[in-house]
């Protein structure tokens, strides 16, 4: 269970002391997460029956989940029966062998990728370039952070922490067909991403893909997309290799009813994304002709052994909830050391991964509980009642520990809750001397103890009354 | 009717003038006030700084003192949505089957301070008069977890002389979240200089909530900017008459 | 133990019946959200989308398609009914097979618009030709029929048979990836006309 790329990432809130303090980076995810908050609610709002909906999305998922080897073991039979191969991955290194071993076996030295998070979860790129193989990213996004060779920050944006000068600095920079005239106008960025990908496209061989979903009852497997690259990376090549985590399953294209009207309207805000591609197996005469689909586990299989933590598994990555997130706007994706930013990264990084590192030991607490994600999530996981599972299975450290249990035991009698708050009294003239952690008072000031608590002035004023 | 009053620890420590209050309002109202004096926690704390162990405890604790009452008020959205939303859920989840019953049966009866006021008792005009320019902040167990909408507005619109300004981008979290603010504090800083300079942009005199913790830590910054704005509980607002 | 099995043992065991409780999941949310006027809700949908929506007659067609043809030729799917290019000089069309890199678009048909989100769906069926077909060149026009028009996402979905390869088209190819400011044409068809017969 690893995500190579990330290894040894500080904790979240060191990492996300940089990111707060520069203030370039605070302003283009403001402006990029303000933009698009605002028409989410618009797109979502024109449906009358979007709670209905949600709702369903739910169920269908949990259902999907409790019967989860059922509808793998369909899925392999359906996409077997309609020409593909169906390969399995208990990890990140077992799937990078996969796919590595399947471009091998083609002699080609170049892919061209959709842009898939199973991929780089695995680090698929890494691994490719070890075995002499050159992964080209064709998401404008994704080329732009590999152009770049930085790190996505936003699932649906990966660039969303640049803006159009740095992009337009970095494609002058990095891309060699980018005209001397270049201007920063998104429309004109676009311009030279399509110039400088569009001969890598009618000559590749290999396509790697992600899914956003698979239909189990007929083998086939759909990836929803905007610029035009995935259908180019799934209808050219000669092979199509398609990495999937074990959860993006859907019992029956009727499913597709629900999940077409959730997922563009929570994630580009749209009615429906340009374009969305499906394929079962092979077509003869049309399309790729070797298909290969590589089911990955990568410690889903451990996160859906957890009652609680299971309902992570319904993400359809939509990026609603990074959209809505304070904490995420404010700290950025990179904080989140993971390729799953934001809230449900910060649930979901954790449990694939396992609370070991640093990083994923504090990503649990790297949030407020506003509970806006919730509120926003197409699949309704309750992202705060996770984060607050994970807590609890988080390490500790001693002291908070030994404070926590104190702090437990005075609370847990009115007498001794009474006692200390005699004792806070009695020292409020030093409560400004108090060790309130620096943390706190570096930009607020300390509320002053009364001299007399509520209980108190209640037994003194009512008591007996 | 008798309603009791479930103060919350931060309010009894901290800022017992909120408890006096919701005593005054409800009294003038024609109620009468009772303080089961076992109470102390709701185990918010424990639950969300990951000491659910801690957090039954204090479930249990809340339960046995609040059980027989008919209706509890908290003036405070977060300590009532504890009470509603986990209490039951957290005993269950603890293996504690009895407790999540009763922890269940009491939670309908236990409300925040403006839904005792407009649902179970009927009220929008309490009589109260409070001649200041007042920016309203949601907080965000009010408004995502209790869903209180506009009740707490309904109520400051009906104050004698109080002049109620709307608070841009009113629904974004001030950045409190309990242990959040210390430790994630660059990030809960952040949030909460934001919130103030959206505070300031009003030219309110006054931040209302109906939780005492994030108007700690919005009023902390606030006091330290020497901004003149002062914070008030929407029990203080509500009870005042002069 | 194979990773295949690994992953499916850990997975084990679930409860029931899946077929029984698959059909027990509620389904409350409607089935569209326009029950009238969808010729024109589709017209207003596609064009939201910036793409050109001409509404003609069947006789008036082949005309329009002429009308709307950049220099270059037009590629052809096989089953395209003759009477949409009928008398359009026979130079302007090319075969399925033509090098689609240097045509300058294509006609062809759809199985199934989605009036609600403005979205045409093509199965690459008969007159949809292959799916590069309809992706190489930049410019697409697409006839539309209108007993194909369905009010919404589960109408058309259920006219669709989702084992043959499908792509789903709403308005030209987009990015939003900078700044989320969304800009009109990629890699897919710059521009995309849509004819209501």
């Known amino acids: 269970m690893t995500m190579p790329t990330y290894v040894g990432m500080p904790a979240f809130p060191k990492a996300a002391r940089a990111a707060v303090a520069d203030t370039r980076l605070r302003g283009n995810l403001a402006h990029a997460t303000g933009t698009i908050r605002a028409r989410r609610a618009a797109a979502v709002a024109e449906l009358d029956d979007w709670a209905e909906l949600r709702a369903a999305g739910k169920a269908i998922k949990d259902h999907t989940l409790a019967h989860l080897a059922h509808y793998l073991e369909l899925l392999e039979e359906r996409v077997t029966a309609a020409g593909g191969t169906v390969h399995w991955a208990r990890d990140a290194a077992e799937a990078n062998a996969i796919v590595t071993r399947l471009v091998r076996a083609t002699g080609e030295t170049e892919v061209v990728k959709v842009k898939s998070m199973a991929t780089q979860e695995t680090g698929l790129n890494e691994a490719l370039a070890e075995a002499g193989i050159t992964a080209h990213e064709t998401d404008l996004a994704e080329l732009i952070v590999q152009l770049g060779d930085d790190r996505p920050s936003h699932i649906l944006v990966p660039a969303i922490h640049k803006n159009r000068a740095e992009i337009r600095a970095l494609f002058r920079a990095r891309m060699p067909s980018a005209p001397d005239d270049l201007t920063d106008d998104p429309a004109a960025l676009a311009e030279a991403a399509r110039r400088h990908l569009r001969a890598k496209f009618l000559s590749a061989k290999v396509a790697v893909s992600g899914a956003n979903f698979a239909i189990a009852d007929t083998g086939t497997v759909l990836v929803v997309e905007s610029e035009g690259n995935g259908r180019m990376c799934l209808t050219l090549p000669d092979t199509l290799i398609t990495v999937m985590g074990i959860e993006k399953l859907l019992p029956t294209a009727r499913d597709l009813e629900v999940f077409l009207q959730l997922l563009p309207r929570s994630s580009t805000a749209e009615r429906m994304n340009p374009y969305t591609s499906a394929w079962t197996g092979v077509t003869p005469g049309d399309g790729p002709q070797a298909f290969h689909l590589v089911l990955l586990d990568n410690g889903r299989t451990a996160t859906h052994a957890d009652p609680v933590g299971r309902q992570a598994l319904r993400c359809i990555r939509c990026s609603a909830c990074l959209n809505v997130c304070p904490v995420y706007a404010r700290a950025g994706g990179h904080a989140y050391g993971s390729p799953y930013p934001g809230p449900i990264g910060a649930i979901l990084s954790p449990q694939i991964r396992g609370i070991g590192s640093e990083v994923d030991a504090s990503l649990p607490f790297a949030s407020s509980l506003c509970g806006a994600c919730y509120e926003v999530c197409p699949v309704a996981i309750d992202i705060p009642e996770v984060l607050v599972h994970l807590r609890a299975r988080a390490p500790k450290r001693p002291a908070e520990r030994a404070a926590m249990g104190a702090a437990g035991w005075a609370l847990n009698s009115a007498a001794r809750l009474a006692a200390a708050q005699a004792l806070a009294g009695r020292g409020r003239r030093f409560a400004r001397h108090a060790r309130v952690p620096r943390a706190w008072t570096d930009t607020r000031d300390v509320p002053v103890p009364p001299a007399e608590s509520f209980r108190a002035w209640w037994r003194r004023t009512r008591d007996g009354s | 009717m008798k309603i009791a009053l479930f103060v919350t620890c931060v309010n009894d420590t901290l800022f017992p003038d909120t408890g006096k209050a919701v005593v005054a309002l409800l009294e003038r109202l024609g109620h009468r006030v009772a303080f089961p004096p076992a109470q102390t926690c709701c185990g918010q704390m424990h639950l969300n700084t990951g000491y659910p162990g801690e957090a039954v405890k204090l479930v249990e604790a809340f339960t046995g003192a609040f059980e027989d009452c008919d209706a509890v008020v908290a003036p405070s959205g977060s300590c009532a949505a504890m009470v509603r939303e986990w209490h039951a859920r957290l005993a269950a989840r603890s293996g504690r089957e009895r407790l999540a019953e009763r922890a269940a049966a009491l939670a309908p009866r236990v409300h925040e301070l403006s839904e005792l006021l407009v649902d179970v008792l009927g009220v929008t005009d309490v009589g109260a008069s409070f001649p200041h320019r007042v920016a309203y902040h949601p907080t965000c167990h009010s408004l995502r977890m209790l869903k209180l909408g506009d009740k707490p507005l309904r109520l400051l619109r009906e104050v004698r002389g109080l002049d109620l300004v709307d608070l841009p981008d009113a629904a974004e979290c001030c950045g409190f979240g309990g242990t959040f603010a210390l430790k994630n504090a660059d990030v809960s800083a952040a949030m909460c200089a934001d919130k103030v300079a959206a505070v300031k942009s009003t030219g309110a005199e006054v931040l209302c909530a109906a939780d005492n913790s994030c108007l700690m830590h919005i009023g902390g910054a606030l006091g330290r900017q020497r901004s003149g704005v002062r914070v008030a509980h929407l029990a203080e607002i509500l009870a005042s008459t002069s | ?197």
């Not at chain 3, 389904?27 to 949908?45: K, M, S, V, W």
């Open chain 3, 1 to 197: 133990m194979t990773a295949r099995d690994d992953i499916l043992a850990r997975l084990r065991p679930a409860g029931g019946d899946p077929a029984a409780a698959y059909a027990a999941i509620p389904r409350p949310y409607l089935r569209r959200h326009h029950e009238n006027g969808l010729l024109d809700l589709a017209a207003e949908r596609i064009a939201d989308y910036r793409a050109a929506v001409h509404r003609v007659t069947e006789a008036d067609l082949p005309a329009a398609l002429a009308a709307a043809f950049r220099p270059g030729a037009y590629v052809v799917p096989d089953g395209l009914p003759a009477a949409w290019t009928a008398g359009i000089d026979a130079a302007r069309l090319a075969g399925p097979d033509a090098d689609l890199e240097w045509a300058a678009g294509t006609v062809t048909g759809c199985t199934a618009v989605i009036a609600e989100t403005g979205t045409i769906v093509l199965d690459h069926g008969p007159g949809q030709g292959r799916r590069a077909l309809t992706l190489v060149p930049d410019h697409h026009l697409v006839v539309v029929r209108a007993d194909q028009i369905a009010a919404d996402v589960p109408d058309a979905l259920a006219r669709i048979d989702v084992t043959r390869p499908l792509t789903f088209v709403s308005g030209p190819s987009a990015t939003s990836d900078i700044e989320l400011s969304r800009v009109e044409g990629v890699h897919g068809p710059r521009t995309l006309e849509v004819f209501l017969l």
